[in-house]
């Protein structure tokens, strides 16, 4: 039997913290905005892994199989639950040294129609975002108002108010 506490999550993920440029990496996803790696559910509830299963697999889709990550490290990694709708998200903060050439490795990837389902075409483009910017008030105000944020090369782009929230979340417990 399904876990109560478990029930009420309905979706996981993972943000990148590139701990060598401080600066977060994220996903440009299906909504046309920056966000962290996540998205619904896709475990039964009777897995008690469910939660880490799932984000585990939105990493390694969102980022086309450049981010990977073993489920029991996963578990060790802080995290932040948003309630939305009566509903809970939890995403995890993954702290890594990116390597300088990420984004380059994200537009050479390759992928197979055939051997690939939807979900790793859910993802155009990722890029790094100064996380100096998240932990200033006035520019965090900025931001929350605006749903933008300034890449590391300064361009300011669109982010989704799910990484937003992510981001103000782990701000406020000390994570970034």
């Not at 993954?94 to 380059?104: G, M």
Request: overall charge negative; glycine content about 4%.
């Amino acid at each position: 039997m399904a876990s109560a506490a478990l029930i009420k999550y309905r979706g996981s993920g993972v943000l990148i913290v590139d701990t060598k440029r401080s600066a977060v990496l994220l996903v440009y996803d299906y909504t046309k905005n920056y966000n962290c790696c996540g998205g619904s559910m896709k475990y039964n509830y009777d897995d008690p892994r469910c939660i880490e299963k799932t984000a585990k697999d939105e990493l390694y889709e969102e980022t086309r199989t450049l981010f990977t990550c073993d489920i029991d490290y996963l578990m060790t990694c802080p995290s932040v639950d948003l309630n939305h709708k009566n509903s809970l998200f939890r995403c995890y903060i993954l702290k890594t040294k990116c390597p300088s050439d990420i984004c380059q490795q994200f537009d050479n990837v390759k992928l197979d129609e055939n051997t690939m389902g939807s979900d790793y075409y859910e993802t155009t483009a990722v890029a790094f975002f100064p996380l100096d910017q998240f932990k200033h008030r006035k520019s965090l105000l900025t931001i929350d108002k605006n749903c933008e944020a300034v890449q590391i090369d300064g361009t300011l782009s669109p982010l989704n108010r799910r990484v937003i929230s992510v981001i103000e979340a782990a701000i406020k417990e000390n994570l970034l």
